[in-house]
């Protein structure tokens, strides 16, 4: 397991759902702004951002991140969800993994 990796470990959503997850960066930091949302198919190697998360807008409200709905999955695809913030003129990126299960 990564550093970069979310303690929640790995998703598992249908094709069917749209799920609006969120990130809370206590542990590491407080009052993230600036958030960026990378999504890539593991499966394909392909920057799938702008098909699943039609609505990347992100917001942030304390140390929680929410993000926008990720929908039109594909069964059986692993993806990888790449979360870039700013603290204090630092980035900081955390990534989380959402198995297409059916």
């Not at 009052?31 to 917001?59: I, L, M, R």
């Amino acid at each position: 397991m990564s550093i970069l990796n979310v303690v929640e470990g790995v998703q598992y959503q249908s094709a069917d759902e749209s799920l609006a997850y969120q990130i809370t960066t206590t542990n590491w930091v407080s009052s993230p702004t600036s958030t960026s949302v990378v999504a890539v198919d593991e499966t394909t190697g392909v920057d799938v951002t702008t098909t699943v998360f039609p609505t990347n807008s992100p917001t942030e409200s304390g140390d929680v991140i929410s993000l926008s709905l990720l929908k039109a999955l594909t069964r059986d695809h692993r993806y990888r969800i790449e979360v870039k913030f700013t603290v204090s003129s630092n980035i900081y990126e955390c990534r989380f993994f959402v198995e297409c299960v059916f």
